[in-house]
């Protein structure tokens, strides 16, 4: 093994693979490593300049050293590299190899930390990365796996997106490191008892960011110093934003509108759903069904209500953009067959986002057709991108092989809109990837099955998601597939979710309400009229019990905006989620860290949703302290578990005591 000293970083070759471990941040490393002299300058998710820090880098004959405030990595002579904080071991690359030299390391396995093989025809590998795994050690992040389980360790995550699947690489571990995967390509995480393993299908290089920390709160906060914060949220979107699929005309739309306006209800945004479009890829309101959106979004912008349209990625090959965008281009490609990438209601191709001037053509076809129209805000759906088939080594985008950058792309989606927008843009997507919190993003958790299992599973996603780095999170209220509006059990399964969504960073009520027996508005083959609607899906949707309901708990969260105000400030600037682990307020009390089925809205709010069918009460454990249960008044002492009523109008929240 060869050491050099390179400024602060530590260089080490061997075999042909070139090592650098840097400073990167307070008590953080990142380290690189490609079989090649030089380095990859991708900074993929660490585009922040990150905050000097005292390092340094020590070689001795078989052993180098190098230490950036707390943290300190020591790589031997095989190349292992084991992290420490003091005496104390966070982390070791996993090595069974014997190469002549006896070592604790010394196995005939040939398993080495670093598995390089070369793909045949090209200048990637795929690279397999493996370290040690620990008893008891807790893992939480990732991004948001539709499971209950919080904790990850045991899990095989898939590192690709997916509809309803988020990889965001940043893991959060009870030993106190956090720790950064960072590569958009397609791959896999395995978080066995026996070994952690971190695959890429086909990559140019390792990069990996690591940080030692006492708090979940410090580890994060160190984190989004170096990818980014989320901008301030305005005040103006806190409150209730209504969607269905899918409003099919702006008379539909305005007659939304003026009842909730009648009704005495404050709506912050109300949301124009797919196939207001003419074909995908056109970008465009169809004027049979939207003769005046211009004078449509100045009437709601009068009621205060501001606008969303959804765009999708994909084009039609009848769309006007079609030809256009293939000729110059900006299409992604396929490796075989076909050019087809996606075929819901039509032939279509997905746009290119890794080009710079595809996005400049999307963002300026929706300007056009939107912006300057007084449209507020954009759904960015399908955003992964939805893929007729997942087969990730079909696809090439300009940046390389789908297997070597897919998961950066619904980060690409969202700059293509926010970077023209400006402060103060916040869109709505599908997916994304570490680091887009700073792109003015609400992110919400996909096409989900309208049951309690799968609101079950919501509340997994979410603090997992807080815990990657992405504050801005939501979901479909009540789920978004139902088949029986009129089933009892989904009006349960709609307020239940109703009142987790109250205490969740958005409020929005989107699905696809079934039976789907209204008669489309015309029997064409093109343009918003052909397509099925769901059912209404506004609060007095439901009958007047549930009105009633969802209507005591929409006051409940306007009157929470002072708090929800200071929360999103919070998130800015310091990467704390709004939703929020029971450990991540209470680090040092070991029943938090067990405790899944409940979380803090911030630091003041211990919430309770009930995740069940035909529960009226449930179990609670409260935390060291007083805690005041709001739907009684009654005040408790904490440190123990205690049994409360859940009624159907009531979802059990305390206040934190002084």
Known sequence: MEFLREGSALICRRLGETLRLEPWGRDALRVRAAMAEELDPEAWALTEPPEAAESTVEIRDSLAIIACGSLRAEVNAFGVISFFRGDRLLLREFYRNYEGTYSRESRCLKLVSREWKGIPGGGEHSLT???????????????????????????????????????????????????????????EAKFAR????????????????????????????????????????????????QCKLRYRTQEEVLEVARRYKAEGIPIDMIVIDYFHWTVQGDWKFDPRYWPDPAGMIRELHEMGIRVMVSVWPTVDRRSENFAPMWERGLLVRTERGAAQTYDYQGD??????????????????????????????????????????????????????????????????????????????????RCCWAGSQKYGNVVWSGDVPSTFEAFRDQLTAGLNMGLAGIPWWTTD????????????????????????????????????????????LDNRDRGGGYLPTGQPNELWSYGEEVYAILRKWTERRLSLRPYLHALY???????????????????????????????????????????EANTFSREVYLPHGTWTLLSTGEVYSGGRTVSVPAPLEEMPVFEKGN
């Not at 991540?584 to 995740?611: H, N």
């Open 129 to 187: 990365v493996r370290f040690e795994s620990y008893d008891g050690e807790k893992l939480y992040g990732m991004g948001q796996y539709q499971q209950q389980g919080l904790d990850l360790k045991g899990c095989v995550l898939e590192l690709a997106q997916r509809n309803s699947q988020i990889t965001v690489p940043f893991l959060l571990s009870s030993r106190g490191y956090g720790f950064l995967w960072n590569n958009p390509a397609v791959g």
């Open 194 to 241: 026996n070994r952690t393993e971190w695959t890429a299908a086909a990559t140019r290089q390792m990069d990996y960011w690591i940080a030692a920390g006492d708090t979940p709160r410090e580890l994060l906060e160190k984190y989004t110093a170096v990818t980014g914060r989320a901008p301030d949220f305005p005040d103006s979107l806190l409150g209730l934003w």
């Open 348 to 429: 279509c191709v997905t746009a290119d986002l890794f080009r710079r001037d595809t996005r400049d053509y999307l963002w300026d076809v929706c300007r056009r057709n939107y912006r300057d129209l007084g449209v507020d805000s954009f759904w960015l759906d399908n955003a992964e991108p939805d893929l007729g088939v997942y087969d990730f080594d079909h696809y090439r985008y300009a940046r390389g092989s789908a297997l070597s950058c897919s998961a950066l792309y619904p980060q690409l989606f969202s700059r293509t809109f926010h970077e023209p927008m400006g402060p103060g843009a916040v869109n709505l997507i």
């Open 477 to 520: 209220v009540g789920g978004f597939m139902t088949e029986d509006v009129k089933d009892p059990l989904f009006r349960q399964l709609l307020i239940r979710w109703f009142q987790f969504a109250v205490y969740s960073p958005v409020l929005r009520m989107h699905g696809d309400r079934g039976p789907h027996d209204i008669p489309p």
């Open 569 to 611: 400030r919070e998130a800015s600037e310091t990467g704390a989620p709004l939703l929020r682990t029971m450990f991540f307020e209470f680090p040092e009390d070991p029943r938090c860290w067990a405790a899944e089925d409940q979380y803090m809205f911030g630091s003041r709010y211990l919430a309770a949703p009930i995740l």
